[in-house]
């Protein structure tokens, strides 16, 4: 068989297509993007007027997000104990999400907690997670928020964020990392087959338009310039 040789004219014409179908679809998703109305600066510059007349106070605000493998069974039993620690140091749940798939319970939730009780809560909830199973991860931040002082106290809450799991009795960690990476894997093999079906006829339309400017258009315009002088 022989091998098809391509001139150097052809393969700039070629990666001039490449490069002009990447630019494309760059650009298309940059102004596709979703523009800030109008008047938003006047607003926040409104917001920042009527904050300067009141007192400012610094508060503390505490994000931690808390993940955690139960043993087959224990889910709904470690839920219903961390709605009652919830009530117990005063906070709340307002978002509970749960999944059954394949006899096993997974889900999250968000505890909104005074900030004045999350380092206790937070050890009362390590040690429920600890005793039906345990925990893979817990991390903290602390930001620092300036609140308007107008003469009522309003508590302030901070947002803890669960995540449970049951593993199935036997269960090799090894499966358990290959379940979790199959989505990721599947998502970015999608990605790749959108790519190639967008970049692939972009870059032969490309392709076109620049032979077409190469020997077409600039040889004709030649031509004429030459024809005239």
């Known amino acids: 068989m022989r091998r098809l040789k391509l001139s150097k004219k052809t393969m700039i014409e070629v990666a001039s297509a490449v ?3 990447i630019v494309l679809l760059v650009w298309a998703a940059y102004f596709s993007q979703p523009r800030p109305e109008e008047g ?3 607003l926040l510059s409104s917001e920042s007027a009527t904050s300067q007349r009141n007192y400012l106070s610094t508060q503390q605000v505490i994000s931690e997000n808390v993940q955690g493998e139960l043993n087959s069974g224990s889910f709904e039993v470690v ?3 961390l709605k ?3 009530d117990y140091y005063d906070g709340k749940m307002p978002y509970l999400n749960m999944l059954y798939e ?3 319970w997974h889900g999250d939730m968000n505890c909104k907690i005074p900030t004045e009780n999350v380092t206790t809560f937070t050890f009362d909830v390590r040690q429920l997670i600890s005793a039906h199973g345990k925990v893979t991860h817990i991390s ?3 930001t620092e928020t300036e609140t308007n002082q107008t003469g009522q106290d309003e508590q302030q809450l901070s947002t803890i964020t669960i995540g449970l799991k049951e593993i199935a009795e036997g269960s090799s ?3 358990n990392q290959i379940g979790i990476a199959v989505p990721y894997l599947v998502t970015s093999l999608v990605w790749v087959a959108e790519g190639l079906i967008i970049i692939v006829p972009l870059s ?9 400017v190469n020997r077409g258009i600039i040889p004709a315009w030649k031509k004429q310039f030459r024809s005239k002088t």
Not at 205 to 212: D, K
């Open 173 to 175: 960690p090894i499966m």
């Open 204 to 212: 032969f339309v490309c392709l076109g338009i620049v032979m077409l």
């Open 84 to 86: 009652n620690l919830t």
């Open 102 to 104: 394949n006899d096993l």
């Open 79 to 81: 839920v219903q104990s």
């Open 140 to 142: 903290i931040s602390v």
């Open 40 to 42: 938003t600066f006047s």
């Open 19 to 21: 490069v002009m179908a």
